[in-house]
């Protein structure tokens, strides 16, 4: 099962998703898209209280649209994710300042002696973090009137992903081959106009005045010319 949320409207048409445990989250893990923006680690306690374990909670989604980064999400759309986070940790959600870390699915890595639903990342730097200062049940509420219950094919929707990504791509490599050839053909063009004009100099011309000085009369000078 997955639960599905519409974002705030102010912050646009976003859908915002977890697995309903562990086992969901696994599935989750293993079929995410490259546009999706995981919160895998969930709460723990904030900076001055580093000492202080991690805790356990939902891994939370967000599906951005093509173009978008983890450094593009408003404040709005990041503070319903973590809200969300910290809602669904039966210890995050009884503390008071808490981080939330959240990163591209591209950058979980799950390996063969990790926990069910347990990732860590390949690149720490493409981690980003925000503190949560306390629950906000009205965004809370707001996001769950909003929840939809869906058992989704998941490794139908990451092939039908892949293809169609695979498809845009083809497409973008035969525009760019369309386009390549339009400049060679330009190119071409260019070339021809110059040597045109290289043949039309006036010093590889003959003027009037040298034919007369040739004797020669301009019917004569057509005549040979035919």
Same mark, same amino acid.
């Given at each position: 099962?997955?639960?599905?949320?519409?974002?705030? @409207?102010?912050?646009?048409d976003?859908t915002?998703?977890?697995?309903?445990?562990?086992?969901?989250?696994?599935?989750?893990?293993?079929?995410?898209?490259?546009?999706?923006?995981? !919160?895998?680690?969930?709460?723990?306690?904030?900076?001055r209280?580093?000492?202080? !374990?991690?805790?356990?909670?939902?891994?939370?989604? #967000?599906?951005?649209?093509k173009?978008?980064?983890?450094?593009?999400?408003?404040?709005?759309?990041?503070?319903?994710?973590?809200?969300?986070?910290?809602?669904?940790?039966?210890?995050?959600?009884?503390?008071?300042?808490?981080?939330?870390?959240?990163? @591209?699915?591209?950058?979980?890595?799950?390996?063969?002696?990790?926990?069910?639903? &347990?990732?860590?990342?390949?690149?720490?730097?493409m981690?980003?973090?925000?503190?949560?200062?306390? $629950?906000?049940? !009205?965004?809370?509420?707001? #996001?769950?009137?909003?929840?939809?219950?869906?058992?989704?094919?998941?490794?139908?929707?990451?092939?039908?992903?892949?293809?169609?990504?695979?498809?845009?791509?083809?497409? &973008?490599?035969?525009?760019?081959k369309? $386009?390549?050839?339009?400049? $060679?053909?330009?190119?071409e063009?260019?070339?021809?106009?110059?040597?045109?004009?290289? #043949?039309?100099?006036?010093?590889?011309?003959?003027?009037n005045? &040298?034919?007369?000085?040739?004797?020669?009369?301009?019917?004569?000078?057509?005549?040979?010319?035919?």
């Amino acid at each position: 099962m997955v639960f599905y949320y519409k974002a705030r @409207p102010d912050a646009g048409d976003y859908t915002i998703y977890m697995g309903a445990d562990k086992n969901e989250n696994e599935e989750l893990i293993k079929y995410g898209l490259p546009e999706d923006v995981c !919160d895998p680690r969930g709460p723990r306690r904030g900076r001055r209280r580093f000492h202080v !374990d991690k805790v356990s909670s939902a891994h939370v989604y #967000l599906r951005l649209k093509k173009g978008e980064t983890i450094d593009t999400i408003s404040e709005g759309l990041l503070e319903d994710c973590a809200q969300l986070v910290k809602a669904h940790s039966i210890q995050g959600n009884k503390m008071n300042h808490v981080e939330v870390v959240y990163t @591209p699915w591209s950058n979980l890595k799950k390996s063969p002696s990790m926990d069910v639903g &347990q990732v860590g990342f390949h690149n720490p730097r493409m981690v980003r973090m925000l503190v949560v200062e306390k $629950r906000v049940n !009205d965004i809370i509420n707001r #996001l769950n009137k909003t929840r939809v219950e869906r058992r989704p094919d998941l490794k139908a929707e990451k092939e039908a992903s892949n293809a169609a990504e695979k498809a845009e791509r083809k497409m &973008q490599l035969k525009e760019k081959k369309r $386009r390549e050839e339009m400049e $060679r053909l330009e190119k071409e063009r260019r070339a021809e106009i110059r040597s045109y004009k290289g #043949l039309m100099v006036a010093e590889k011309m003959t003027s009037n005045r &040298q034919i007369a000085s040739a004797g020669k009369s301009m019917q004569e000078m057509e005549d040979e010319f035919v």
